[in-house]
């Protein structure tokens, strides 16, 4: 304990909080003026059909250009946004971004479908279905291209709410999908429930399917439990040709990971 060590220890111990305390207060101001000047990019990775090799959608990930450090990673400055309510702004600015984009590629031909990631706050946020709808209007997207992403977590918390809420949000025509599925605590009396379209099999199952029989039998069941939910499935994370083989053998329709490729600019983006 910080007070054990006596009057020094304890001292160290408020410094170092304050220390974290002002770092995390920069880190807010940063993002914040990230967010006013533009320092944001959003980066798009694909999601392929396991039976046609073709790109079906596109995962949107949001990436900090900052001016000196480079590319920041969203696992840096997402949990501070979503600490702070920054994630409100930042949450809407990625989604007007992605639409746009998505948009963008209809207009050259390119039927994608593209995903947004929402974080718990936005779940929360009585504000959330009014934005969705005016930036699906502004942005002259169509609503059923459009799939949100929510985590296991984010629905569980609350999961009689979250229906209400899943609800609303599936009213204006767009998709759903839980994320990082099996890492939470669905029970499979909420699935059922839950009007979601697609389980996103979370990539740490995937990371060990050709060596460890426990991950691929859980990845398995999913992949039956999807279907008989009559679900989509897309496993996460898929990085080599072995764990490709599982997944194809299994059933699984659909793949995302460094195999197919990386997340990349709008502009970068491999032709389906
Ligand atoms: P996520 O939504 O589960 O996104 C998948 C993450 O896995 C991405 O990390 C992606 O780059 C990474 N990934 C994809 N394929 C592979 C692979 O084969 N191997 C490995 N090792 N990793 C792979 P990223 O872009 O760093 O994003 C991390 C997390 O940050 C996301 O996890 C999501 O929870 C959050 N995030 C990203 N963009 C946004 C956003 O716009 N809004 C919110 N609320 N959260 C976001
Ligand atoms: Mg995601
Ligand atoms: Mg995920
Ligand atoms: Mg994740």
């Not at 170092?16 to 807010?28: G, I, K, N, P, W």
């Not at 250009?65 to 809407?92: C, K, M, W, Y």
């Amino acid at each position: 304990e910080a007070k054990a060590g006596g009057r020094n220890t304890y001292r160290f111990y408020t410094e170092e909080l304050t220390r974290a305390a002002q770092e995390r207060l920069a880190l807010e101001a940063a993002l914040r003026r990230a967010l006013e000047r533009n320092e944001l990019v959003v980066h798009y990775q694909p999601v392929v059909s396991v039976a046609t090799g073709h790109m079906i959608a596109v995962e949107a990930l949001v990436r900090w250009n900052h001016p000196q450090e480079g590319l920041v990673s969203p696992l840096r400055f997402v949990p501070v946004a979503e600490d702070t309510g920054l994630i409100i702004p930042l949450g809407a600015w990625v989604l007007r971004a992605a639409c746009r984009q998505g948009r963008r590629w209809l207009d050259s031909g390119r039927l994608l479908s593209v995903a947004v990631n929402l974080s718990s706050r936005q779940f929360a946020d009585d504000n959330l279905v009014d934005m969705v709808r005016e930036t699906l209007a502004e942005t002259d997207f169509p609503a059923r291209l459009l799939t949100l992403e929510l985590t296991e977590s984010t629905i569980m918390t609350r999961p009689d709410q979250a229906i209400e809420m899943l609800g609303r949000l599936k009213a204006l025509g767009v998709k759903l999908s839980i994320d990082d599925f099996g890492t939470g605590y669905s029970s499979l009396a909420y699935l059922k429930r839950f009007p979601v379209d697609t389980l996103k099999i979370d990539r740490s199952f995937v990371a060990d399917i050709v060596d460890d029989e426990d991950d691929r039998m859980i990845v398995a069941a999913v992949v039956v439990m999807a279907r008989q939910l009559r679900l989509n499935v897309i496993a996460e994370g898929v990085e080599n040709a072995d764990q490709f083989d599982y997944l194809n053998r299994i059933g699984c329709a659909a793949c995302q990971g460094y195999l197919f490729g990386k997340p990349v600019p709008a502009d970068e983006l491999p032709p389906d």
